[in-house]
């Protein structure tokens, strides 16, 4: 076991295009976690995937994957749970990309060599495996796509609202668990985080939220929440 830090469902498929979430994907990898190694993340570590040449299994936690824009500011576009690879598009690609994976928890990621994806016997081995993890990468391109598609229209507080109802969809209630500082929300959502708190208060002052905090976010009123997220 290598403790690591750094300064800095019941489908197979589940997909938010709010959240750009994906979870559970890759629960078959399991029973090949003896050919990776398990390193223990403490929340805010930085996994250093430009060192090594490796895709990951996460068994429990929670990873973000940010990227840079070009004008600097840092944007989250994934979230990976539990029952999840990910990384493997490097291996496979021979790409170098820009990005970061951060542990937003405390996490346990299993390494697994990159050279298994372009080793001939392993592949033969093993379809299985290798058959659900193109669907999962295919379960991600669209979370991608279908994430950046409903960023791409409506206003800031619009955006902020459809986050909002995913958050409650998942849960079913009222007040609902967030587990997500306002920088984080800021940070997924594409906003400074000043932008971000002036839309919270609005909404507060709406009647539309009455809580929103890193712990949960309280509802007031769903209807005109859902009409807000409607752009309406």
């Known amino acids: 076991m290598v403790n690591e830090s ?3 469902g019941t489908s197979p498929l589940i997909m938010d295009s709010q959240l750009a979430l994906v979870a559970d994907l890759n629960r078959c990898w399991e029973k090949l976690l003896y050919l990776a190694t398990r390193h223990i993340y403490a929340k805010h570590a930085i996994i250093q ?3 090594n040449d490796s895709f990951y299994y996460l068994a429990d936690g929670l ?7 070009s004008s600097g500011r840092e944007r989250l576009t994934l979230r990976v749970k539990p029952g999840c690879i990910f990384n493997e598009a490097r291996p496979l690609s021979g ?5 970061r994976f951060v542990c937003m928890q405390d996490s346990v990621v299993w390494h697994f060599p990159g050279r298994l994806l372009s080793d001939l016997a392993f592949i ?3 379809p299985e495996e290798i058959r659900n993890l193109l669907r999962s990468m295919g379960a991600k391109i669209l979370t991608h796509y279908l994430f950046l598609a409903e960023m791409g229209t409506g206003s800031h507080e619009a955006h902020l609202c459809r986050f909002i109802l995913a958050l409650a969809r998942d849960s079913g209630r009222r007040t609902i668990p967030s587990h997500m500082t306002q920088e984080e929300v800021a940070s997924l959502l594409g906003v400074h985080r000043v932008t971000l708190a002036r839309l919270v208060r609005r909404l507060k002052k709406r009647g539309v939220i009455s809580s929103f ?6 509802i007031e009123n769903h209807e005109q929440l859902a009409a807000l997220a409607d752009g309406v």
């Not at 990873?63 to 824009?69: Q, W």
């Not at 905090?213 to 309280?218: F, K, L, P, V, Y």
């Open 95 to 99: 790409l170098q990309p820009e990005g």
């Open 49 to 51: 995937h430009e060192r």
């Open 124 to 126: 033969s081995a093993h």
């Open 6 to 8: 750094a300064s800095a």
């Open 63 to 69: 990873v973000g994957l940010f990227y840079t824009s």
């Open 213 to 218: 905090t890193a712990r949960n976010i309280t």
